[in-house]
Every structure is written in structure tokens, then in C-alpha cells.
């Protein structure tokens, strides 16, 4: 069964720390599952080849898989403490690495942990995160005389709207909550006096901001 709601990055993006003259360079992304999150990890790797460490921790797919690296740092300092801080945000279908360029001055393993975790969460807040909910599209069908009706229905719902096609009737394609399918094509036949033709399209993922 899809996830019918989640939290991803909204973009690529990325944000710096410095810790006892060490840098910590996060680098989030959204990801669709397993392959193109390790396809990042491996991108951004390449990309800063010359740091001492690039730990990584994703949470991606259906069913979700998780994983971690540490990445040449003591066990479970580096890419625990990444992962840790994705589930606490409940992110998935995204993709965490943590530069480390070392400043000469050891941490010890409690100091990595609070490092790597405060990199992943800078990144975070540098992405963004966004609600991710699954959507059904509706094709609405109703005669002029309730199409105004429709219209306002939408716009108090703040349903997202696509074409509406004007020919011999009017034709809404509207985007709801696929757990509020029933509910809304139950209420568009109410309001348009049972002459509303209700036909399900294509599912799809519809972002709505929450940081």
C-alpha cells in the first residue's frame, strides 16, 4: 500500500557548521527510494573527495529502508546520530551526508554525536521540510447552472484545481486527499442537486509547506 503522508526536503540544499575548527557540511536531498539515495550519497562523496569523512544516513522507499555509514568515524558517532534526526523530524524519501573537514581538535565520540545530529538538522532547516500527502484527481462534470456552485466549493476547500474544460458542460479537475476521496465527490453530487458525472483519475504526490 502507498504512503498516503509523509515529510521530505523540499529542495536540495545545504548548510555548514564549524565545531572546534571542524567543519560539518551537510547536504540534504529528496529522494524516491533506495537506488537514487545512495546515487546521491556517492555524488556528493565525489564531490568533497578530499574531506576526511562523509557520513550519510537515508530513509527512502515502499517498504521503507533505512541505512547508515559512519564513514571511517568511531561506530555509531556519525551516521546513527544523522538517521536519528531524520526519524525525529518522521522525514522519509530523503537523503542526509555530513562532510566532516577536521580542524585538528578531537571531539571524542559524545561531541561527533551532537556534531553530526546539529549538521543534519541545519540541513534540514535549509531544505525545508514539506508535508507530502497522496492525491486523487476528480474530473468533475456538471451543467452550467452548477458549475459556480463547484467553483466556490473548490476555492473554500482550497482544493488544487486543473483544467476546467467549458463545452457542453463544465468539466473540474480537481486534486483531494486520497483519503478524502469519497467525502469529496460525495459532496460535489450534494451541491451540484445529484447532476454531478464523477470519474477517478491519476494518483499523485502533492507538497503543501510545514516549516
Known amino acids: 500500500m502507498k504512503r498516503r503522508i509523509y515529510k521530505t526536503?523540499?529542495?536540495?540544499?545545504?548548510?555548514?557548521?564549524?565545531?572546534?575548527?571542524?567543519?560539518?557540511?551537510?547536504?540534504?536531498?529528496?529522494?524516491?527510494?533506495?537506488?537514487?539515495?545512495?546515487?546521491?550519497?556517492?555524488?556528493?562523496?565525489?564531490?568533497?573527495?578530499?574531506?576526511?569523512?562523509?557520513?550519510?544516513?537515508?530513509?527512502?522507499?515502499?517498504p521503507l529502508r533505512e541505512r547508515s555509514s559512519d564513514d571511517g568515524?568511531?561506530?555509531?558517532?556519525?551516521?546513527?546520530?544523522?538517521?536519528?534526526?531524520?526519524?525525529?523530524?518522521?522525514?522519509?524519501?530523503?537523503?542526509?551526508?555530513?562532510?566532516?573537514?577536521?580542524?585538528?581538535?578531537?571531539?571524542?565520540?559524545?561531541?561527533?554525536?551532537?556534531?553530526?545530529?546539529?549538521?543534519?538538522?541545519?540541513?534540514?532547516?535549509?531544505?525545508?521540510?514539506?508535508?507530502?500527502?497522496l492525491a486523487v484527481q476528480l474530473e468533475v462534470t456538471v451543467p452550467y447552472a452548477a458549475a459556480d456552485k463547484i467553483k466556490r466549493k473548490i476555492d473554500i476547500e482550497n482544493y488544487p484545481c486543473g483544467d476546467i474544460i467549458y463545452k457542453d458542460d463544465v468539466t473540474f479537475r480537481v486534486w483531494v486527499n486520497f483519503e478524502d476521496e469519497s467525502d469529496a465527490a460525495e459532496e460535489f453530487f450534494e451541491i451540484s442537486a445529484g447532476t454531478a458525472r464523477i470519474s477517478r483519475g491519476e494518483e499523485k504526490y502533492i507538497q503543501r509547506d510545514c516549516q
Not at 575548527?21 to 578530499?50: C, H, M, N, Q
Not at 553530526?116 to 500527502?133: I, K, P, Q, S, W
Open 9 to 62: 526536503a523540499r529542495a536540495e540544499a545545504s548548510a555548514e557548521i564549524i565545531e572546534k575548527k571542524s567543519r560539518f557540511l551537510a547536504t540534504v536531498a529528496p529522494v524516491s527510494g533506495e537506488r537514487e539515495a545512495l546515487e546521491f550519497i556517492g555524488g556528493v562523496k565525489k564531490k568533497y573527495w578530499d574531506a576526511r569523512h562523509n557520513c550519510s544516513a537515508f530513509r527512502a522507499g515502499e
Open 73 to 133: 568515524e568511531p561506530a555509531g558517532s556519525a551516521g546513527a546520530p544523522i538517521l536519528e534526526a531524520l526519524k525525529r523530524e518522521e522525514a522519509v524519501n530523503i537523503a542526509v551526508v555530513v562532510t566532516r573537514y577536521f580542524g585538528g581538535v578531537l571531539l571524542g565520540v559524545g561531541g561527533l554525536k551532537r556534531a553530526y545530529a546539529a549538521a543534519c538538522r541545519a540541513g534540514l532547516l535549509a531544505a525545508g521540510l514539506a508535508e507530502t500527502r
